[in-house]
């Protein structure tokens, strides 16, 4: 039995048992005060530094919890966090600064940028070292995503939605992966590009570098990629859509609905997705929002996947068939975690427990995306604080860069083709 709880005692499992009360408090965010705390997009209000405030004692406990499960020494966190945390707040409002963020630039980004001027331009002390630890908040903030992700959004996503998921996932994904190994990047970077662009961006990268243990350097600046490349595809898309749908179809009804779906199926973040989708129109929008959210759904299957893969490689390199006990221990425990809280939140949703079970948006799981962002935010800082400008410059960075603009060029054309097919020929025959 105690070699049993000792196995518990590892990140993986204390990170998704002390997720537990905050998936707990997100369960009842209809009956707290304007549903809970609010990352704040200003300093300047009374309201603001309250949730400022609630966050960062939220943060600060399961901070000295999570350390105090894994016997790391709690000497020194306390400061340690305090700038960490205030880096994060300052990148969150930055991102909401109107000017900003009308071009689609996401907090994670500015958390990153603000990391690595501290990390560059001057030295870290070692005072401010403990609290570092970006993978242990990225882990919470997986966790707590998981509850953003309803079965109802799966099932109202409907079987169209799905096969262009599961179609466009495998081509992207596959296609990212060879392509960034031919230009000699990474197996664990690979497989992290490969995900976050043919899934859904950073939420996909963060969950497939759990996966592969991609270093934290190239996962922060795979991240930084993502959030820089989705500025210009907001009004690329759109533009593409405008130019090529008329094209193929007078039907206006038609024209929406493969804009949507082209639409959602390549633009890396759900932000991004109802940005550009919202330019194009209102029916496209629907349409985007419902593709993402089925993509978002596979992040798990894709996670299972990619576990399987690297349990059946050898060490000289050879496939072979794993054992379920070799999977298990590949299989990154978090992930579970992840799907847990999406099972139990869709749950709570279909029988009626929630009060606002019926809503289109519920105050729990915007309570836990809002979670998710915050703590992905500290990871970010973390990341950046912990990367050198010379190593994202280097020629290796530089062919992560290359292989993901190559891999988003064969996600636009693909997505066209199997959006076109499916929403433009199949759906019209299927529903006349």
């Known amino acids: 039995m105690k070699k049993f709880f000792k196995q518990l005692l ?9 997720s537990i009360p905050i998936l707990i408090m997100c369960a009842f965010a209809y009956y707290l005060e304007n ?6 997009s200003t300093f300047l209000t009374q309201s603001a530094w309250l949730n400022i405030g609630y966050l960062f004692m939220i943060a600060l406990v399961v901070l000295y919890l999570g ?4 016997s790391r020494p709690l000497k020194g966190l306390f400061w340690s966090f305090v700038v960490i945390f205030a880096v994060s707040m300052l990148a969150q409002v930055v991102a909401n600064i109107p000017f900003i963020k009308k071009f689609g630039f996401e907090a994670v980004f500015f958390s990153v940028i603000f990391g690595l001027i501290i990390r560059n331009c ?4 070692e005072w401010l070292k403990p609290a570092i630890q970006g993978e242990f908040f990225i882990k919470i903030g997986v966790v707590c995503l998981g509850a953003t992700i309803l079965f109802r959004d799966f099932v109202a996503a409907g079987s169209l939605a799905l096969v262009q998921g599961c179609i466009v996932i495998t081509c992207v994904w596959f ?6 190994r031919k230009l000699r990047v990474d197996e664990a970077s690979a497989t992290t590009l490969a995900s976050g662009v043919s899934i859904c961006g950073v939420s996909a990268c963060i969950t497939a570098a759990g996966v592969a243990n991609t270093d934290g350097r190239k996962l922060s600046y795979i991240v930084s990629v993502v959030l820089i490349i989705v500025v210009p595809m907001i009004y690329l898309m759109p533009y593409l859509a405008r130019l090529i749908i008329p094209l193929l179809t007078s039907d206006v009804a038609i024209q929406n609905e493969i804009a949507g779906a082209w639409i959602g199926g390549t633009v890396d973040t759900t932000s991004g997705v109802g940005a550009a989708s919202a330019i194009y129109g209102e029916e496209a929008n629907k349409i985007a929002m419902i593709v993402k959210a089925t993509q978002n759904v596979l992040i798990g299957v894709v996670a299972f996947c990619i576990a399987t893969y690297l349990a059946s490689k050898s060490a000289d390199g050879r496939l072979h068939r794993p054992s379920l006990r070799i999977v298990w221990d590949k299989f990154p425990k978090f992930v579970l975690g992840f799907v847990l809280a ?3 939140f869709s749950l709570l949703q279909q029988y009626g427990i929630f009060p606002d079970s019926d809503a289109r948006k519920l105050a729990e799981t915007a309570l836990a995306k809002r979670f998710s962002g915050f703590f992905f935010s500290l990871a970010f800082v973390c990341i950046g604080m912990s990367t050198r400008l010379k190593d994202i410059v280097s020629r290796e960075n530089r062919n992560i860069l290359y292989a993901f603009i190559g891999a988003q060029c064969f996600n636009i054309i693909v997505t066209f083709f199997v959006a076109w097919l499916l929403f433009g020929i199949l759906k019209p025959l299927l529903v006349p």
């Open 10 to 18: 590892v990140e993986d499992w204390v990170v998704t048992l002390i």
């Open 35 to 40: 549903g809970g705390p609010k990352v704040p």
């Open 67 to 70: 350390n105090r499960m894994l």
């Open 122 to 125: 001057f030295r870290i002390p």
């Open 175 to 180: 296609f990212g992966y060879l392509l960034s």
């Open 342 to 344: 999406s099972l139990v």
